[in-house]
């Protein structure tokens, strides 16, 4: 039941049961043991009744027992029946903020990027597409977690799920959100990228670079612009950036 806990903290405040069911069938123990702290210091800040699964042994939970989807349903209706976590359906939510924040606690500090990275591989991985797009900001933001810990094969993905991410919160109008996503991209190509990946490059450096033109960060979008027109590609490819720059200098007043 802890273990549920942890990886339900890592999901956010709202979280999909089979999210969290996912996680649990494809994290061994060997993992999650190695990612667990003492929580006797979580009982300060809830009340008892509220720490009673967060500060229990780890060997009563039914999903020590036998890890089934039945015994994972069951554990969510311990949290229920604890107050813990409201459930609708798929939907469960944290009772409240602290509830959470506890939760997450019982992680290690040391383990805690390198463990919500794990759970952001996992989904992204397990999810099927149709929820793997429902949740997509929140795979990407654990994915982004662990940017330090992988090779170089999963900063070429992890690229292209921030693009993903930045090109969906555009069309939501969530410019601020989409330059963190777009930023997080070029981060993971890192100084290879253009050399590597220069399409996905491209497309990180050209939308960042219109997330800062209507976010009104001239600056970042000047160099996002001037990174781009440096390259050796096709002149066509330039264009995309080129017309931020015409439409950034009619808005500041420059000829």
């Not at 996912?22 to 190695?34: A, G, I, Q, T, Y």
């Not at 813990?84 to 992680?107: G, K, N, P, T």
């Not at 931020?244 to 420059?254: E, P």
Request: charged share 25%; hydrophobic share 35%.
């Amino acid at each position: 039941t802890q273990r549920m806990l942890m990886v339900a903290s890592c999901l956010g405040a709202t979280f999909r049961l089979s999210a969290v069911i996912e996680v649990m069938k494809n994290l061994s123990r060997v993992e999650m043991r190695d990612s667990m702290r003492s929580v006797l210091s979580t009982a300060s800040i809830m009340g008892s009744s509220s720490t009673s699964l967060l500060t229990s042994g780890q060997t009563n939970s039914s999903t020590d027992r036998d890890g089934s989807v039945s015994s994972y349903a069951s554990s969510i209706d311990e949290f229920e029946e604890e107050g813990l976590c409201e459930v609708d359906d798929e939907e469960c939510r944290f009772m409240h903020d602290q509830i959470q924040s506890a939760a997450f606690e019982l992680i290690s500090p040391e383990q805690r990027d390198s463990f919500r990275g794990r759970i952001g591989s996992i989904l992204l991985q397990s999810l099927p597409p149709e929820e793997l797009e429902a949740s997509l900001f929140e795979v990407v933001g654990l994915l982004n977690c662990a940017t330090t810990q992988i090779n170089n094969e999963k900063r070429d993905e992890m690229a292209r799920m921030n693009l993903k991410a930045g090109i969906k919160a555009s069309e939501n109008a969530a410019f601020d959100a989409a330059k963190v996503y777009f930023k997080e991209g070029r981060e993971a190509l890192g100084s290879r990228g253009w050399e590597g990946d220069y399409h996905a490059m491209l497309d990180l450096c050209s939308h960042g670079a219109n997330a800062c033109f209507v976010t009104g960060e001239f600056d970042p979008m000047t160099e996002l612009i001037d990174e781009v027109l440096s390259k050796d590609i096709d002149t066509k490819e330039k264009y995309r950036v080129s017309e931020i720059k015409v439409k950034a200098l009619f808005t500041i007043g420059k000829p």
